[in-house]
């Protein structure tokens, strides 16, 4: 709800407040904080398209002045402080930021290369080692270079859980599957050869690519499956065997695939009569892929094994890769998944140095080598380093001292040398330094950054202020709210036809229902208000209460109740069957607030509104120099 009303805020008022512009003459001050021309212009512009028209102009001007009454007032109450509003804005500006802190030009480059990998699927074979073992696969890679056997070696070293099913063979893979790392040095191989050694966080990896093919696209297809029995005995296997089998004939003879997947598939996918959707490949067992791909658009395979028991496929569809214009915006939300993105923070990060001047300084990295060389052990030197002001890092006027690099304490793996962990940690800080550098100045940089992060910020702030001041006011004092119906009582009046107000109870039996009426009758002092908790209390199970104010033809129970209708037939029910009614009687026009709920809690908040906009008018000066205003200019 919150968000929705944002986002209505920002498309009936949009009126962000952006940061004054050099040269840029102050159109008004808001309690003494000055608004540019050029922010009114752009916003003015925004609302009301290229041209000027003095009259919506003078209109957009009192809107805006208001607007900015009310975020003064939100500033005054320090809304913008409370840590779920921060909390919120951040996370909101950090997916605005994201895309001024990779280097464009290598992000595009990075999706045509991802839909160039697409294009073409790639056999491989594959090992991979743990990080701490590159000894290891360097050694391992000159020997397959010089002919030992892949699979033999893979089966041998490799730590990739599927070695025990694949023996090393991949099959055919396809591009972002993987992380990015294994498929450029995957892509990057020639046919035939070894690749060199790809890192991963998840360890140390070889490939071999054995083929290339265009890529096959995708199928969509279903299954049904007969899993493998308990106890492989030859009898039970047989079984199986048989059980598939005859499902095969019974589709060959006609019988509906979705019908039988749905009686038979061990799969869950039978619930869905064995639909697996769409899929490319290396989604799949390289056997069930292959009869997939194999098969024609209509064509049901015969009966086939994979590891999880016997299949029979139908494909149903088949589809090519799509061209880059329809790709290009799903490569690109998927490029932080695969780490692709992180190619263009480097480059971003790159640039950035060039700009502001930037270095681990030698000095700080020989204290902290001298009090690592000084200690007993690696935790007594961090320590020991707790609080020196030593500079380690400056990007142009900021500076990281040792003492904020040791905040929060540093890691580093067993064995590692200290020296040359936190020497590599000093690089990776200076590279977060110099992100952070750069995140501080966007607004400044970019006018339109500005605008939209300096809209939801204030929109967020409006939001809060407004349900304090107003939304909530109006909805929650029901005292006000039906003082504000009697004062104004014939606004309300104009019902086109009578309606029931009361309340339906409902049971699941009918002596229930009797002992629901018995009690009623023996407690006739029960507030109408309080109907719904006190039966809750003394029936807490079998009964449902609904509170209805509704005209005839909307409810069969209602029009029985308050209009004469036959008695409704509720035996299809499947718990609500029988009822009675509290207090229920025929009114031609609202008796109360509640009766008109909706447009009483509207009128009462435009009320609400008027005097707050009025009492803020009193609060917090204006000043608008119309000279200014005269200035706005024709959007060019």
């Given amino acids: 709800m919150k968000h929705l009303l944002l986002s209505a805020l920002a498309a009936a008022t949009l009126l962000p407040l952006s940061a004054k512009a050099p040269k840029d003459p102050v159109l008004m001050t808001v309690d003494g904080v000055p608004v540019t021309l050029s922010e009114f212009e752009y916003l003015y512009h925004k609302n009301h398209g290229q041209q000027i028209d003095r009259q919506s102009l003078d209109e957009y001007l009192d809107m805006f002045t208001i607007y900015k009454l009310k975020v003064a007032e939100a500033r005054r109450q320090r809304v913008d402080t409370i840590q779920a509003f921060q909390q919120e804005f951040n996370g909101y500006r950090a997916e605005l930021v994201a895309p001024y802190l990779r280097d464009s030009l290598t992000e595009k480059q990075l999706v045509k290369e991802a ?38 070696t893979a089966q041998q070293y490799s730590t990739d859980p599927s070695i025990r099913s694949n023996n090393g063979y991949y099959g055919w893979i396809s591009a972002g599957q993987f992380p990015y790392e294994w498929e450029e040095g995957v892509y990057n191989t020639p046919v035939g050869e070894i690749s060199d050694v790809i890192t991963t966080r998840y360890g140390h990896h070889l490939a071999k690519v054995r083929n290339r093919r265009p890529n096959p696209g995708e199928v969509h297809a279903r299954h049904i499956l007969l899993t493998y029995p308990n106890e492989r005995t030859d009898e039970a296997n047989a079984a199986v065997k048989q059980r598939i089998d005859s499902i095969y004939g019974a589709l060959q003879a006609g019988a509906d695939f979705a019908d039988v997947a749905k009686r038979l598939s061990d799969c869950p996918s039978g619930a869905q009569g064995g639909d697996l959707g769409w899929f490319g490949t290396h989604r799949m067992v390289p056997e069930f892929e292959a009869v997939s791909f194999a098969l024609a658009d209509g064509e049901i395979s015969k009966p086939f094994t994979t590891q999880f028991g016997w299949h029979i496929v139908e494909r149903m569809g088949h589809r090519g890769i799509a061209p880059f214009e329809q790709m290009e915006a799903s490569i690109r939300a998927k490029m932080a998944q695969d780490g692709r993105s992180n190619r263009a923070v480097e480059a971003k990060i790159a640039q950035l140095k060039k700009a502001y001047p930037s270095k681990v300084l030698q000095s700080g990295l020989d204290r902290i080598n001298q009090a690592v060389a000084a200690a007993a052990d690696f935790d007594s030197a961090i320590e020991s380093l707790a609080h020196d002001t030593t500079p380690l890092i400056t990007v142009a006027d900021s500076t990281v001292t040792i003492a904020d690099f040791m905040n929060p304490r540093p890691r580093i ?28 100045r966007l607004e400044k940089k970019h006018p339109e950054l500005r605008n939209i992060v300096n809209e939801y910020r204030d929109g967020m702030m409006l939001f809060e202020v407004s349900n304090q001041k107003v939304w909530n006011a109006a909805a929650n004092d029901y005292a006000a709210l039906n003082e504000y119906f009697k004062t104004h009582r014939d606004k309300y009046t104009d019902w086109s036809e009578p309606r029931f ?65 036959e008695l409704p037939d509720l035996s299809g029910e499947r718990r609500w069957k029988y009822f009675t009614t509290y207090q229920g009687r025929v009114i031609d026009q609202p008796e109360e607030a509640a009766d008109a709920r909706g447009a009483v809690t509207a009128d009462y908040q435009s009320e609400l509104e008027k005097k707050w906009v009025e009492e803020l008018r009193k609060r917090y000066p204006v000043k608008i120099n119309k000279k200014i205003l005269k200035k706005v200019k024709p959007l060019q």
């Fill in 115 to 152: 839909y160039d990998h697409m294009k073409e699927s790639v056999e491989v074979d594959h090992l991979m080692v743990p990080l701490e073992k590159k000894a290891l696969i360097d050694s391992l890679r000159q020997a397959l270079v010089n002919g030992a056997d892949f699979t033999a």
């Fill in 413 to 440: 793996a067993p064995g590692s040398d200290p020296s040359t962990a936190l020497s590599a940690m000093a690089d990776e800080r200076l590279n977060e330094v110099v992100l952070t550098y750069e995140d501080h």
């Fill in 501 to 565: 107000k009361g309340y339906v109870i409902y049971a699941t039996s009918d002596s229930l229902i009797q002992e629901v009426n018995k009690f009623i009758a023996a407690n006739p002092s029960i507030e109408t208000d309080s109907i719904g908790p006190v039966l809750r209390g003394a029936f807490p199970r079998n009964i449902k209460i609904e509170r209805v104010l509704l005209p005839k033809g909307k409810n069969n129970v209602v029009d029985y109740a308050g209009f004469g209708a």
